[in-house]
């Protein structure tokens, strides 16, 4: 049988591994624009290559309403389950000119390397990179946009699904920022919740393409997909001063909520917020962002943005 028709792992419409390597990804939704003035929010944005020899690169969104002080830094992870999306796609595009333009933070999409090609932890370094590149700006760098606008003192490091697996996993590292937003987490565990949905064929899809994109893991009980495992970073070691989570009725609710209910046990208090837009689905802010869940979901995490 010839191995690049053999199919490794099929999960419609997201994605077809075969057996030799070669990647088929099905979506038709996300298409790359360019980046540039968005007449809608006033917001200008630019690409910058962050790492010539991998490719890891940026967007970086600006404000038209520049003050006298420095702007709240946003660096921003997208979602697509580590093996799709991307940081210039019309989607996300879309959703960080609005983010810039209400929270009036200077942003920063990140562009990491897909799996499966670029196996876990590729996509942890290349968004840890773009992080520690974001944060030397404040000795000065390359970026004017960075050095002539940007608040050092208040960066936040914002992820949706395998992008907040993203920011959770780089926020364990030693680089310090002032908040973290956890939007609809990429966690799973072998552990089953009474109150967990029951999608097995979903549950199932999720849980086999993990071991895909990560050679080696121990399963979905990997402290990189599941942050309450046995043997998983304590949570009080989140390098940040404040964390907000954001859940939806999905298939992934629970594994969030529960997130967010170990980070009021282990002592972070005050200082962890909680969002939930029930009946909506994963990742629903993205492609209603008009409606009234999304609106009240964008306006608290512009809150706890602009609160510094």
Not at 44 to 61: E, L
Not at 274 to 280: A, L, N, R, T
Request: net charge negative; charged share 20%; hydrophobic share 40%.
């Amino acid at each position: 049988m010839n191995p690049d028709k053999e199919i490794e792992f099929d999960f419609p419409p997201v994605i077809r591994i075969y057996k030799s390597g070669r990647v088929e990804r099905l979506s038709k939704f996300f298409v790359n624009v360019p980046a540039g003035f968005d007449s809608e929010t006033g917001v200008t944005s630019k690409d910058v290559i962050i790492n010539p020899s991998t490719g890891v690169s940026a967007r970086i969104y600006l404000p038209n309403i520049l003050q006298s002080t420095k702007l709240p830094i946003i660096v921003y992870c997208h979602g697509g389950a580590f093996v799709e999306s991307s940081a210039f796609d019309s989607i996300n595009h879309s959703f960080m000119n609005r983010l810039s333009a209400q929270a009036n933070a200077l942003a920063v999409s990140v562009e990491y390397r897909l799996a499966p090609e670029n196996p876990i932890p590729i996509p942890y370094e290349d968004s840890f990179e773009v992080l520690n590149w974001v944060v030397s700006h404040a000795q000065g760098g390359p970026e004017p946009w960075l050095v002539n606008n940007g608040d050092f003192n208040n960066v936040f490091v914002v992820g949706f699904s395998a992008g907040a697996n993203i920011v959770h996993n780089i926020a364990l590292r030693d680089v310090h920022f002032k908040g973290l937003v956890v939007m609809h987490p990429y966690f799973l565990a072998s552990e089953r919740l009474p109150s967990e949905p029951t999608d097995p064929k979903l549950r199932d899809s999720l849980e086999q393409l993990w071991s895909c994109i990560c050679p080696g893991t121990s399963g979905v009980d990997d402290p990189a997909i599941n942050p309450l495992a046995r043997g998983a970073p304590d949570l009080k070691g989140l390098n940040c001063e404040r964390v907000m989570v954001c859940s939806e009725d999905g298939e992934l609710k629970v594994r969030g909520d529960v997130y967010y209910e170990q980070l009021v046990k282990c002592g972070w208090g005050e200082n962890v917020e909680f969002v939930e837009s029930q009946g909506e689905p994963h990742g629903f802010f993205l492609a209603k962002p008009d409606c009234e869940k999304a609106q009240e979901m964008m306006s608290r995490i512009v809150a706890f943005i602009k609160r510094g």
